[in-house]
């Protein structure tokens, strides 16, 4: 049996979750969000407030899910709540962003400028070289920080691109470097 999946999850007062026979509504101060859950996982309510993820039947399949139906379920609870947020940071002269309504412009060394139009539920915020992404459901705000920093990802030789706010970009030394130990 999973580890994670036997964790009960805690729902706050101002969340409220409903429960159909296939599928799970979490509603929040930031908004609602609604998942289909498998046959093999069934999910319950205690008397304290707190919701519980059990396996119907114990098989290979509803072992492998337990866990991470657990963990979606109490990112639902936290989005609805609080919210999810990436940060991403513009590395290089002359980068730039802009956001205005729901349409991120970035100018970052091509020739004409990206724009990225952000689904429902998706923010963007603008700071001089940083780009935050906001969200309730965790999966797009992931998915949407990924295409974004795809678009022009971290170079190896001076650092520029895109990149996570908290990733660390491994410098590669560069040929004038290699050169400099030889003899003439």
Known sequence: MSRIGKLLIKVPNTVTVALTDENIIITGPKGTLTRKLPRVISVTKTEEGLLKVSVKKSTNESKKIHGT??????????????????????????????????????????SHPIKIVAPAGITFKVEKTDITIDGIDKELVGQIAAEIRAIRPPEPYKGKGIKYKDEVVRRKAGKAAKTAGAPA
């Not at 989005?79 to 980068?95: F, I, R």
């Open 69 to 110: 139906e657990r963990a979606l379920i109490a990112n639902m609870v936290a989005g609805v709540s609080v919210g999810w947020s990436k940060t991403l940071e513009m590395v290089g002269s002359g980068y730039r962003g802009e956001s205005s309504g729901d349409t991120l412009t970035l100018s970052i060394g091509y």
